[in-house]
């Protein structure tokens, strides 16, 4: 059964969870059906974590079990390390065939208890290679300390108010659990790929790697003594011609041990901050501050904006230009005449909007001092576009009734990849762009399975993911300092690879419709993807365009409920004289700046997870290095409730804080408290709907 319940005391387990390094001494062999049952300090050592008795993969080749062949082929090791951590390759060959099957796999040295690996699967031989199926990057057990096995995970993105709520799976002995991705895209529908098995007194948090068609299934065993899991691409059949690589999905599995998932999450958090988010100078990247307008639009109005927005020292960083610039897009984003998605592939300026191209839009932000930010949905085009028409052979086909009229670009084919990265990179250079922000519309496994022959299923998914990975690091390295925006219908395209090469700024394409519902998804995204933000926050509806409890000009609330890893804001607004709306700016914006950087701490949630608006929400960012931290209050517009209770995570008893109680964009009074008193504080908010921020820092150690 499935569970909405997101700070739900779980009742304290009495078994220790063994594992302190990950998984070695947690495999289980898929043909011995062992269970190793004792973690050892050298867990991840060659003669542990791959001992060839212990893989934690599975495929079939010619017929045959991986853990029956792989004990007769000749093995190898090497290792290297690198200013991330250590790298070692495992590689067996077939003796017969010359199929050479690689583990690569990633160690952090400050993250004893992390692995991350892919599986390559190279034809070194002449002739083609047998079947390969059922490939399993990862199929592993563990021995279970418990009664009961708890799975946590978020939904997907469905341009829905439940987008990415919380989840709870509980499995008695003998239940199953089975997660799978959508029509090719990773966190569309039904759930995100990722988990946390909390099993006893601890359990292991995973991440699948792959930005197509995945599947996981959980297993607890009749007898309740071990739970196994499998994950990796959803179908497999296939041969390799001679000279031909392929990779799997990448796995990243952290084992953690202790009563408290959430702690867990937090260290997850910091894994994903310090090797899976973009990075400068050894440091994740912060999110951006970014204003923007859609694309269909005159130049000048655009740059009469900008110039507005220079002029009166507005503290932002980054302009973003939505769909609609190019070819003959009219009118606003459902315009009915020509609109954007109709234009898709004609990728030249309109113009209508610019007639001197996008490079003079450029210009103008570089000398203002701002970024540029471009909306462009590369891999997909409408069939009747100039890209086709001069590249027919760059894009994968289907049937015309299934289409709807649009094609997908085959990233899998080198040239098509090739010739699509090189228009971006020109469009980058020639248009001074810092930010390249890249959509995703079409729903891809209809073009990927039509493509595929009956010995070649997944072939065409595997060339394409590649190829999208390739396209992004390609851009990246000919562009040094380059942002790539990750836009895919709304959030519907986050994993972990993903997750490494770009940030989301539009996570869901609810839009702006439903304030309740991006509190709900910050409380639910930030365990698993610290990199978000919903471009929701200073827009012109939500503050002042609705009649009622969000139409008061300078509403807090409504500023504060959006605060995330990035901030954003819409055009100007009308009913203000600008030195009121300037002013009001740039006390929201300076304070994001100040509340930022604590975004990246250690987060809980101080209230479960709901959608109600008679509610309050809470949550804690907890520095525990600079011994600091942030609540941030919401009282939802229907709450009777005029004070809360909140209990603090991670307060010291003994110590004395400096506190600061922040009603308004004027800073409060700060007080010093002991932190018996600070972790059981007593929140008022008058007000409903309205708002408070709680900083605070230790003074003093007992």
């Avoid at 234009?343 to 309109?350: A, H, I, L």
């Avoid at 015309?400 to 009229?405: I, R, Y």
């Avoid at 304030?515 to 365990?527: V, W």
């Avoid at 997870?609 to 520095?623: G, I, K, M």
């Amino acid at each position: 059964m499935s569970s909405n319940p997101y700070h739900s005391s779980l009742s304290q387990l009495k078994a220790t969870f063994a594992a302190k390094l990950l998984v070695g001494a947690l495999l289980l062999s898929s043909a011995s059906s062992r269970v190793l049952s004792q973690a050892t300090s050298n867990s991840l050592t060659s003669s542990q974590l791959w001992n060839r008795q212990h893989l934690p993969f599975s495929f079939t080749y010619d017929g045959k079990t991986s853990a029956q062949l792989l004990t007769h082929w000749k093995a190898s090791v090497t290792s290297e390390s690198n200013s991330s951590g250590i790298i070692r390759r495992y590689s067996y060959v077939d003796p017969v065939t010359r199929l050479k099957v690689t583990a690569e796999i990633h160690l952090y040295p400050e993250f004893p208890g992390v692995a991350d690996w892919v599986l390559r699967f190279r034809n070194d031989g002449t002739s083609d290679t047998p079947i390969i199926e059922d490939i399993l990057p990862l199929n592993l057990a563990m021995p279970s300390s418990s009664g009961n096995i708890i799975i946590h995970h978020d939904k997907g993105s469905q341009a829905q108010v439940s987008d990415f709520a919380p989840l709870e799976e509980h499995l008695a002995p003998g239940g199953t659990l089975h997660l799978e991705s959508y029509q090719g895209d990773p966190s569309n529908h039904d759930t995100l790929p990722f988990f946390n098995l909390q099993n006893g007194g601890g359990g292991v948090i995973g991440a699948i790697g792959w930005t197509g068609d995945w599947k996981a299934d959980f297993i607890y065993a009749a007898g309740g003594e071990s739970v196994a899991i499998t994950a990796g691409m959803k179908k497999t059949h296939l041969l390799l011609h001679p000279g031909e690589e392929i990779r799997t999905p990448r796995i990243v599995l952290m084992s953690w041990k202790g009563s408290e998932w959430m702690d867990a999450q937090n260290k997850w958090r910091r894994l994903l901050l310090a090797h899976y988010t973009p990075q400068e100078n050894g440091s994740h990247k912060p999110g951006p501050i970014l204003f923007g307008s859609w694309g269909s639009e005159p130049i000048t109005d655009k740059l009469a904006y900008i110039k507005w927005v220079h002029d009166h020292k507005i503290p932002v960083e980054v302009y973003a230009v939505d769909a609609g610039w190019y070819g003959a897009s009219v009118g606003a984003e459902m315009d009915p005449t020509n609109p954007w998605w109709k234009n898709r592939g004609d990728w030249f300026p309109s113009p209508l909007y610019y007639p001197h191209g996008i490079k003079p839009l450029g210009d103008a932000l570089k000398q203002a001092g701002f970024g540029f930010s471009l909306w462009i949905e590369a891999e997909t085009t409408m069939d009747d576009k100039k890209i086709i028409k001069d590249h027919p052979d760059w894009f994968l086909h289907i049937d015309p009734s299934l289409a709807k009229g649009e094609s997908l670009v085959n990233l899998g084919n080198p040239v098509a990849r090739q010739g699509l990265t090189d228009m971006l990179s020109g469009f980058i250079s020639d248009f001074g762009m810092t930010w390249y922000r890249q959509d995703f519309n079409v729903r891809p496994y209809r073009f990927w399975a039509a493509a595929d022959t009956p010995d070649r299923i997944g072939m065409t998914e595997i060339g394409y993911v590649e190829g999208l990975y390739t396209m992004w690091d390609d851009l990246l390295k000919r562009h040094p300092g380059l942002r790539i925006d990750n836009c895919a219908s709304g959030g519907r395209r986050i994993d972990i690879e993903m997750m490494s090469r770009s940030f989301v700024v539009w996570r869901t394409d609810l839009g702006f419709t439903d304030t309740l519902a991006e509190q709900a998804q910050t409380q639910a995204l930030q365990p698993w993807v610290p990199d978000t933000m919903g471009f929701e926050s200073l827009t012109q509806s939500k503050p002042w365009a609705t009649p009622g409890p969000y139409s008061t000009p300078k509403n807090l609330y409504l500023m504060r409920l959006g605060y995330n890893a990035g901030y954003g804001l819409g055009p100007g607004v009308t009913g203000l004289d600008n030195e009121e709306w300037v002013s009001w700016i740039k006390q929201a914006i300076a304070e994001y700046r100040e509340v930022q950087p604590y975004i990246y701490g250690d987060f809980y949630p101080l209230q479960p997870y709901s959608l109600s608006d008679n509610t309050w929400t809470a949550w804690q960012w907890n520095r525990p290095e600079s011994r600091d931290g942030l609540l941030v209050v919401l009282r939802r517009p229907k709450s009777a409730a005029a004070t809360m209770k909140l209990q603090l995570e991670h307060i010291n008893p003994a110590a004395t804080y400096n506190v600061e109680i922040r009603t308004t964009y004027e800073k409060g009074q700060v007080k010093q408290v002991k932190g018996s008193e600070l972790a059981d504080i007593e929140i008022q908010l008058p007000d409903a709907p309205s708002s408070t921020l709680v900083f605070y820092r230790e003074m003093t150690k007992p």
